[in-house]
Nanobody, 115 residues
Framework: QVQLVESGGGLVQPGGSLRLSCAAS????????MAWYRQAPGKERELVAR???????SYTDSVKDRFRISRNAARNTVFLQMDSLKPEDTAIYYC?????????WGQGIQVTVSS
C-alpha cells in the first residue's frame, strides 16, 4: 500500500513563499502523474499543478507564474514551490500520485496566507 506524506505547509504573509513536499512510501510502481490539488473552505477541490509523463506540466490559471511543480522521480517525491502567495491561496493542499495500478492521495496540509 502506497502512502503519501506531505510537509512544508504553514502560515505565511501575503507575498511570501512556501515549498510543499510529498513523498511516497511503500511499494511504488509506475507513477504516471504527480499532482497537487487544493480545497478552500466552502469550495470544491481543484487541480493546482500536474506533472505528467516525463515532462508535461500544467497549472491552473490562478497560479501560473507564481507556483512551480517539480519532482524527484527516483525518490518518488513531488514538490510545489509557491511564491507571491495571496490570501486566496489559503486552502488545504493535497498531493496525488496516479498510475495504471495506483491512485493515492496525501492526508492534506494546511496553507494559510494572512497578515
Amino acid at each position: 500500500q502506497v502512502q503519501l506524506v506531505e510537509s512544508g505547509g504553514g502560515l505565511v504573509q501575503p507575498g511570501g513563499s512556501l515549498r510543499l513536499s510529498c513523498a511516497a512510501s511503500g511499494r511504488v510502481f509506475g507513477i504516471d502523474h504527480m499532482a497537487w490539488y487544493r480545497q478552500a473552505p466552502g469550495k470544491e477541490r481543484e487541480l493546482v499543478a500536474r506533472f505528467s509523463g516525463t515532462s508535461e506540466i500544467s497549472y491552473t490559471d490562478s497560479v501560473k507564474d507564481r507556483f512551480r511543480i517539480s519532482r524527484n522521480a527516483a525518490r518518488n517525491t513531488v514538490f510545489l514551490q509557491m511564491d507571491s502567495l495571496k490570501p486566496e491561496d489559503t486552502a488545504i493542499y493535497y498531493c496525488r500520485m496516479l498510475g495504471s495500478r495506483l491512485d493515492s492521495w496525501g492526508q492534506g496540509i494546511q496553507v494559510t496566507v494572512s497578515s
